[in-house]
């Protein structure tokens, strides 16, 4: 990047219209149209506000890009922004690329693309949405490979996290548990783990946050199997623990599943079993 800007006086942002035959016209030039990539780039700032919101925050801006167009947002984008007097970003999040599952760039050319709205239909929202976050990595290439899709989100959020919600309420709810201040020991386990997710979350690397939380879920879950509530005198103790637990493992998923976040959060709050994760096949 650093080479570009020393080897490049200037940019062209317009296309020969022989060349490109559509596009805004160049003013006093009717052979030259503006190149679509100007447009595309300033509608950025338009559709976040610019000119149209007064109340937008300029303080803290993340823009996030693929690798091939670097050059384009990391440089060029820039420029304009700077020709313009307007702040420029101040983080530029630069994702890996998505693969198809035998490790091939996904391409039209090739003609392994994936459509999204076919994954929507086929496997739900939840499933879309939490394996595009937990089975794709932040800051290097990945695979989509609908079979892990399937394996992970059955595993990870039916298996562990659905499965600690129901079991945990259930037993609250049955067994008429007071709920008292969760113990210390337990508390320091969650709220280390809880550091680490938000240190992990802070720094975008998305997938590693959802795994730190899904071992948060396995603690819960290994630690009511090794207490066994239902018949341990100190079960008063043990699920207030785990009431404790379960409220922090919600707030994590909340930007996940922000559609089941509010129903979650009020059966926490009633101490009512709720069953919102069922299995995908």
């Known amino acids: 990047m650093k080479n570009i800007i020393i080897n490049c006086e200037d ?22 149209v503006v190149y679509v990539w100007f447009d595309a780039l300033l509608s950025y700032i338009f559709s976040a ?21 670097l050059r384009f947002q990391g440089l060029i984008f820039q420029a304009f922004l700077e020709s313009e007097g307007i702040k420029k970003t101040d983080k530029l999040l630069v994702h890996g690329t998505i693969l198809d599952k035998s490790g091939r760039k996904i391409s039209k050319t090739l003609g392994n693309t994936v459509d999204p709205i076919e994954q ?5 929202l939840d499933g879309v949405r939490y394996y595009s976050l937990v089975g794709l990595s932040t800051y290097s290439n990945s695979n989509w490979n609908e079979e892990d899709l399937v394996i992970i989100y059955n595993n990870d959020i039916c298996s562990g996290w659905g499965n600690l919600l129901t079991r945990t309420l259930h037993l609250i709810d049955s067994k008429s548990v007071d709920i008292v201040n969760v113990t210390d020991d337990f508390k320091s386990i969650v709220d280390k783990q809880s550091d680490i997710i938000n240190s992990l979350w802070s720094e975008f690397r998305v997938k590693e946050a959802l795994q730190k939380t899904n071992e948060l879920v396995k603690i819960g879950n290994k630690y009511i199997n090794d207490e066994t509530p239902w018949s341990n005198p100190n079960f008063n103790q043990i699920l207030s623990n785990l009431y404790y637990l379960i409220g922090v493992v919600n707030k994590f998923y909340e930007p996940i599943f922000p559609d089941k976040y509010l129903s979650t959060e009020e059966a926490i709050k009633n101490k009512k079993k709720v069953i919102l994760f069922e299995k995908i096949k």
């Open 11 to 32: 940019i062209s942002i317009s296309r020969l219209r022989e060349n490109c035959p559509w596009g805004v016209d160049v003013p006093n030039d009717p052979n030259q």
């Open 49 to 69: 506000g610019y000119l149209t919101d007064d109340d937008f925050n300029w303080s803290n801006i993340i823009q996030l890009c693929g690798p091939d167009n």
């Open 120 to 124: 929507l239909e086929k496997w739900g």
